[in-house]
């Protein structure tokens, strides 16, 4: 093979296995076909294996779509249900126009993802304003009675049993979702705070979980992945298709240079013999014209074939080029995004802090590190006091207003190496590492201390807020939820003994 090809061939090989290692961990089959087409491609300089080995990965991608468009049935199955519910609520009306809005969205875009959170939000806010308008009693004229398709409200449906309603749609479409493993504890947790809950005030914070895990599991990554992998399978297919097209200009090419030799030589040999058999000068001369001028004639015509498939190799090589690059750039620009949407799957929205699922993530290494380096590693679990009474007093949007405000005074006290996270509702974990327990303590006192000394601004008034902390020090053997369990009791301890107060392990 030419050099020009080989480099071809490496930069495929770099690029299908770049991009096999992006898809791991989607699937344990999916898994072990990538691993064995990242050791064939190892193996072989073919094209033709590289491509056919590609090929046993089309299955799964089939799957993935397969997968993918059953979820995707089941969500708009669920979110249709849910505005049947609504309508059937007797003292409140449906708004009309966002009802349309919402249904033709939902069949617009049932099938993308991406799209699902923002249907999500979308319901949630036809819930939210249907319990916010009374219903009118229409006059409708007699055909319109008499022929009415929509079920007539059911008068026994009551406003806590929609929220349930919504609750357990939500609750539901987590079972749907298909999730990593670590994810299991936190899925369990939301279901439980959904199913039962009918406090349409819980609803955004929960709302706003269930949106990050769908990011998280099958939201824009798998997306992007699974369409990124049919892509990359038709791009190599295309550039396997101008190899081989390529093959054929330089077979063509030694074949045309053979017959020109051939036709050549059989120039020279039929001048010989005719030179032999010449009887004049005259005649020889002329013999000799005729025969030169065929002679150049072919060279002219072989230098003229030459020239065009030359061009037409170097056209071709340098479309493979950029069709590789193109590949490369597409994989590049999947990493970023992948990292991004991670980046924001992991960050609360209300507050910005890091939120759950990333203090899943960050406690893992953290338990390993402070065993390895024989370091101590301190959890604080931080909860504001009495918060439903801010939220029943000044609003929802005031108790948000303080969910912002309570984490600035936090990171204020907490020095650069310690993290704070979102936990849940308005309840805060900070882990510090390689901090020992009487520090840890000291920057809660002072993270107590500066919340109770602010003033909250509420409709204009002044209102001091107060945060009860439950601190444990890792005992170097413990899961991350014994320890989180040894603080949450010294939690508890703090607002059995009237709250306001640090609790650590004696
Ligand atoms: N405004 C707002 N409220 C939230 C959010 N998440 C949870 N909540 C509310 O936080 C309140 C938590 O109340 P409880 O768990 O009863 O506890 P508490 O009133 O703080 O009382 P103690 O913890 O015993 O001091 C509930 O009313 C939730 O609706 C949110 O994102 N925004």
Redesign the pocket.
């Known amino acids: 093979m030419d050099p020009a090809q080989d480099k071809l061939v490496e930069a495929l090989r770099k690029a299908i296995s770049r991009t096999s290692i992006l898809a791991e961990g989607n699937d344990p089959e999916l898994d072990i076909a990538l691993q064995s087409v990242r050791t064939d491609i190892a193996k072989t300089n073919d094209p033709k294996v590289v491509q056919k080995t590609l090929q046993s990965l089309d299955p799964f991608v089939l799957k993935f779509d397969e997968d993918r468009l059953a979820r995707a049935q089941a969500f708009r199955g669920a979110l249709l249900d849910l505005i049947d519910t609504l309508d059937e609520y007797p003292d409140r009306q449906v708004p009309l126009f966002d009802k349309k809005e919402l249904e033709s969205a939902i069949r617009s875009h049932w099938q993308s993802i991406t799209k699902w959170p923002e249907l999500l939000t979308k319901t949630i806010s036809l819930v939210q304003k249907t319990l916010a308008t009374p219903r009118e009693e229409r006059k409708q004229s007699l055909i319109k009675r008499l022929f009415s398709q929509r079920k007539a409200p059911n008068p026994n449906t009551t406003g806590t049993e929609i929220m349930a309603h919504v609750s357990h749609t939500l609750a539901g479409l987590l079972t749907n979702i298909a999730l990593p493993e670590n994810y299991e504890e936190q899925i369990l947790d939301l279901k439980q705070a959904l199913t039962g809950n009918n406090?349409l005030?819980?609803l955004?914070?929960l709302l706003?979980e269930v949106i990050n895990l769908i990011m998280v599991a099958v939201g824009k990554t798998q997306e992007d992945l699974t369409s990124y992998l049919s892509q990359l399978n038709k791009q190599l297919a295309s550039i396997n298709a101008s190899i081989v097209s390529n093959y054929k200009v330089q077979r063509n090419i030694s074949n045309n240079r053979k017959s020109f030799n051939d036709e050549l030589q059989q120039h020279v040999e039929d001048t010989h013999i005719d030179v032999r058999n010449a009887t004049n000068l005259e005649s020889l001369k002329s013999l000799i014209n005729s025969r030169m001028s065929t002679i150049s004639q072919t060279m002219e015509r072989y230098q003229a074939q030459m020239a065009e498939q030359e061009k037409s190799a170097a056209q071709s090589i340098s479309m493979l080029k950029s069709k590789v690059n193109r590949m490369e750039k597409d994989a590049s620009n999947l990493r970023n995004d992948m990292q991004q949407k991670i980046a924001q799957a992991m960050s609360d929205a209300?507050t910005g802090l890091p939120n759950r699922s990333a203090y899943q993530e960050a406690i893992f290494p953290l338990l390993t590190s402070s065993v390895k380096n024989q370091q101590p590693l301190c959890m604080a679990i931080c909860?504001?006091?009495?918060?439903?009474?801010?939220?029943?007093t000044w609003g929802?949007?005031?108790?948000?207003r303080?969910?912002k405000l309570v984490p600035r005074q936090m990171q204020n006290a907490l020095g650069k190496e310690h993290l704070l996270f979102r936990y849940?509702?308005?309840e805060f974990v900070i882990l510090f590492p390689a901090t020992h327990l009487e520090y840890a303590q000291d920057v809660c006192e002072k993270i107590r201390t500066a919340i109770e000394a602010t003033p909250f601004n509420m409709s204009g008034d002044p209102v001091s807020i107060t945060m009860?902390i439950g601190l444990s020090l890792f005992n170097g053997k413990e899961s991350h939820e014994e320890l989180f369990s040894r603080a949450d009791k010294n939690l508890y301890q703090a607002?059995g003994n009237g709250?306001n107060r640090v609790i650590r392990d004696n």
């Open positions: 406090d005030n819980q955004p914070g706003d209300l909860d504001i006091d009495h918060f439903k009474s801010i939220n029943d929802h949007l005031a108790g948000d303080v969910l849940g509702g308005e009860s607002k709250r």
